[in-house]
């Protein structure tokens, strides 16, 4: 069983619409969540990082996390088509992170 | 704030040869740094965790023999690929741990190496 996983994608969106990804995690112990957007041929950039249940909101993103469900997930709201990449969960235990495998996600204009 | 660099951005080299990637924390102290490789439309993978003045952390199946660290400074760790081999041409991707905010990691923007 994977450590981290997400569904693959392609998610494809229409601009100003809602874009929802998802995650869930095996280690019960993680302790730290973040969300990286990774632009074709670019490195992860961060988005949001969350560490407690509930919603974390950072302009038009929004993490939520439940870790009785050991679940994360990303609400990226009025889509842009500068949004279009590929969103990596992260999951962090003792200051190492966890990879997800990536969801892409295209927003058409 | 939380900037990172990586140098070279890109890099082709001979089979058989050496690579030396530098990573710095340019506006941060960073005693601790990430090495990750990925491939194309894969995830990043964990190579090994670099502590400033000690031995590197290397994760299973990763050949610390073949991939050297070295983390002499609070900001500046180093990745030498060596006799590297046309397998080994992947995206190289460093990060750095900002100790005063938890587990957070920054991204420096990546070396793409191509073995010939």
């Known amino acids: 069983q994977k450590e981290v996983e997400q569904n693959s994608g392609p998610l494809s969106v229409p601009e100003g619409a809602i874009a929802s990804l998802n995650c869930t995690y095996s280690?019960?112990?993680?302790?730290?969540f973040f969300w990286y957007r990774q632009y074709s041929g670019k490195s992860p950039e961060l988005i949001m990082s969350?560490?407690?249940?509930g919603d974390k909101e950072d302009g038009r993103f929004t993490a939520q996390l439940n870790k009785a469900s050991q679940y994360v997930s990303l609400l990226i709201r009025d889509s842009q088509p500068s949004d279009s990449a590929t969103y990596l969960c992260a999951v962090g235990n003792d200051y190492k992170l966890s990879f997800g495998a990536g969801t892409t996600v295209t927003v058409r204009a | 704030g939380a900037v990172v660099s990586q140098h070279p951005s890109w890099v082709i080299c001979k089979s058989g040869t050496s690579v030396k990637i530098e990573c710095r924390s340019l506006d941060f102290q960073a005693t601790t740094m990430f090495w990750y490789r990925q491939f194309p439309k894969q995830s990043l993978m964990l190579m090994a965790t670099s502590n400033e003045g000690s031995k590197a952390t290397y994760e299973q199946g990763v050949e610390k023999d073949k991939f050297l660290i070295n983390h002499a400074s609070l900001t500046l760790s180093t990745l030498t690929v060596t006799s590297a081999h046309p397998e080994d041409s992947s995206f190289y991707i460093c990060s750095a741990r900002d100790r005063t905010q938890t587990d957070t990691q920054y991204f420096g923007p990546g070396t793409r190496l191509t073995v010939l």
């Open positions: 969350i560490y407690s249940n």
């Open positions: 280690d019960r112990g993680s302790q730290s």
